[in-house]
């Protein structure tokens, strides 16, 4: 089982900065492809950054050369510094892991942070 936790989000100006991070803890044997997703007020969930345990990144079109995806696999963790923030940024950003334990391979989700991009 992978518990994920995130945090850093915010309300932030438009062109301003955020870094979200997002640690897995629980029982597993070790954690693979991360990523960040996002969901805005009546739209769908939408990939926003994904890393795999290698390092190779892969961004949304909307957020690539703006927003960078990094981890560090020891300490479980994921991050994504946002910049140059665009009101069409504000969302819930939720963390989701590729977890590997007794079971199996399973998918995980956390619980969301708020992201506001305002004046």
């Known amino acids: 089982q992978v518990h994920l936790v995130e945090s850093g989000g915010g309300l932030v100006q438009p062109g301003g900065s955020l870094r979200l991070s997002c640690t897995a803890s629980?029982?597993?044997?070790?954690?693979?492809?991360m990523g960040w997703y996002r969901q805005a007020p009546g739209k769908e969930r939408e990939l926003v950054a994904q890393?795999?345990?290698?390092?190779?990144?892969a961004y949304a079109g909307s957020v690539k050369g703006r927003f960078n995806i990094a981890r560090d696999n020891d300490a479980n963790t994921v991050w994504l510094q946002m910049n140059g923030l665009k009101p069409e940024d504000t969302a819930v950003y939720y963390c989701?892991?590729?977890?590997?334990?007794?079971?199996?391979?399973?998918?995980?989700w956390g619980q969301g942070t708020q992201v506001t991009v305002a004046s």
């Open positions: 890393i795999t345990r290698g390092g190779s990144e």
């Open positions: 629980g029982s597993f044997f070790r954690i693979n492809l």
């Open positions: 989701n892991a590729d977890g590997q334990d007794s079971v199996g391979l399973r998918n995980y």
